[in-house]
């Protein structure tokens, strides 16, 4: 199973500016990994993240890039593309993450990476942080943004 070894990565998110950046599509599946990186950055005491959604995973790297060029300390990206019967998966799995690793590297901003990439339908629910769920992405993206830009502000 994915997840066996995953770190749980404790951090301070107070007085970090975090935006936390969804998709639309599969609403269930969204709710639950928007709730797990909302309720985690409660908990390391980020007090208001700032919280927006965008039509699908693909248009997740251009806002992500907006906020991190906006000043904002640490982007949680989250988003979910089920596989289907046509290549589209592939492109869309393939340009968010690029896109989003491009946005990291290229403005210093740490972006946490919640886009799930699925078979079906199960995988996504059994990682969207649901009561009935196996993992929580949306916390662990949350909390891989704000360690990292512990690690970054301790750099500088």
Request: charged share 15%; proline share 0%.
């Given at each position: 199973m994915s997840g066996q070894g995953a770190p749980r990565v404790a951090g301070d998110a107070s007085g970090l500016r975090v935006a936390v950046v969804a998709s639309s599509w599969h609403e269930t599946v969204m709710d639950g990994l928007v709730g797990g990186a909302l309720r985690a950055l409660a908990e390391m005491g980020c007090a208001e993240p700032t919280l927006v959604r965008v039509p699908g995973s693909f248009e997740l790297p251009v806002v992500a890039g907006?906020?991190?060029?906006?000043?904002?300390?640490?982007?949680?990206?989250?988003g979910v593309v089920v596989r289907g019967g046509t290549p589209h998966f592939d492109y869309v799995c393939a340009a968010a993450t690029d896109g989003l690793a491009q946005v990291a590297t290229r403005t210093g901003v740490p972006v946490g990476f919640g886009l799930l990439t699925c078979d079906d339908e199960a995988q996504a629910l059994d990682r969207a942080g649901l009561a009935s769920s196996r993992e929580d992405k949306g916390r662990e993206a949350a909390e891989a943004a704000v360690a990292t830009a512990a690690v970054l502000a301790s750099v500088r």
């Open positions: 907006a906020y991190a060029e906006a000043g904002y300390d640490a982007v949680v990206a989250l």
